[in-house]
């Protein structure tokens, strides 16, 4: 049996953590160490064992082998300990709509062992945060998608948990709504030395990430700084729209490397800064509809990690 790991650099540290399912494996022998304080997004294809991550690091579930570690917590050793350590967000609300805000997080309150002053005081200055302190007693039912999912990221924070797990924070949600909890997470993160540990399908949500991993099958592929994996992938994405991808494929092929084809475009990364793309243009000529370049982002990583090149989908 392997022993408790004690490392105060790292808020979470996992080592051969693996979640197995009869034949099936969801997560297989994954290594992670997450600095305290750390912005880290963990990304991959529904099913790629992201959710089974989070389970197994907050307690919802037992890991099949390995071992992981929260603030020096041995997970496996004290679960109680662990959950009052960690706060979660889940895809789908905790929340009773027929109970009120207030009831809500009265709740969680007591389920956490706050004494009822300091849960009020708490209570207070979180809904003071998103504007709801004047909705305090209104149910849930009457609250918009994202006042809800407000209220649910004040529940995961009410006991300020060392580390918080966000799975798919913000699905659903507009933009506005995304954009005031993103801010709210980065105050977290500045006045209280929150770690935060992210999935999510929104790319541009996981750029702001210290480090980002990308996951599948259970393994992980790759990781880094977002802005330095963005930086690997080359200087520009070439999209091409033509009513023969195959031969336009064939000429360019040999010049960029495999595209991501998806009907009649075609995608290509561009290795050099200085391309000339009015040239290609010129070259190509009516052989294609449309020609565009742009500077990649963090979808783009995610595409050549997860898609074929021949076809252009997930695998």
């Known amino acids: 049996m392997l022993t408790a790991y004690v490392a105060s650099d790292f808020a979470i540290k ?39 991550t989070i389970h197994m690091l907050t307690t919802m579930t037992t890991a099949t082998s390995g071992e992981a570690w929260i603030a020096d917590q041995l997970v496996s050793a004290d679960p109680v300990v662990i959950r009052g350590t960690v706060g979660l967000v889940f895809q789908d609300s905790a929340l009773d709509r027929t109970m009120t805000i207030d009831e809500n997080l009265q709740f969680a309150a007591a389920m956490y062992n706050l004494p009822p002053q300091i849960a009020d005081k708490r209570i207070d200055e979180l809904l003071s945060v998103f504007g709801l302190q004047e909705k305090r007693n209104v149910k849930l039912l009457a609250l918009s998608g994202g006042q809800r999912r407000a209220v649910d990221i004040a529940r995961g924070v009410l006991h300020r948990p060392k580390v918080l797990f966000l799975d798919e924070p913000t699905i659903g949600l507009d933009l506005p709504n ?138």
């Open 14 to 52: 996992t080592r051969g953590l693996t979640k197995q399912y009869g034949q099936t494996v969801a997560v297989n022998e994954l290594d992670l160490e997450i600095k305290i304080g750390q912005f880290y997004g963990l990304l991959g294809p529904n099913g790629a064992g992201k959710s089974t």
């Open 178 to 315: 995304r954009r005031a909890i993103w801010r709210f997470v980065e105050q977290l993160r500045r006045n209280e030395g929150m770690t935060v540990f992210l999935t999510t399908h929104y790319l541009e949500e996981a750029a702001a990430c210290d480090h980002v991993d990308f996951i599948q099958h259970g393994k992980l592929q790759q990781g880094g700084a977002p802005h330095e994996l963005i930086e690997q992938l080359g200087a520009y994405v070439l999209e091409i729209n033509t009513a023969d991808p195959e031969n336009i494929a064939a000429q360019l092929t040999p010049l960029f490397g495999d595209p991501i084809r998806e009907d009649q475009q075609l995608s290509f990364k561009i290795s050099a800064s200085d391309f000339n793309f009015s040239e290609l243009q010129k070259t190509l000529g009516d052989a294609v509809s449309s020609m565009q370049w742009r500077r990649p982002n963090l979808n783009d990583v995610y595409l050549w990690t997860f898609c074929s090149p021949e076809q252009g989908e997930a695998v």
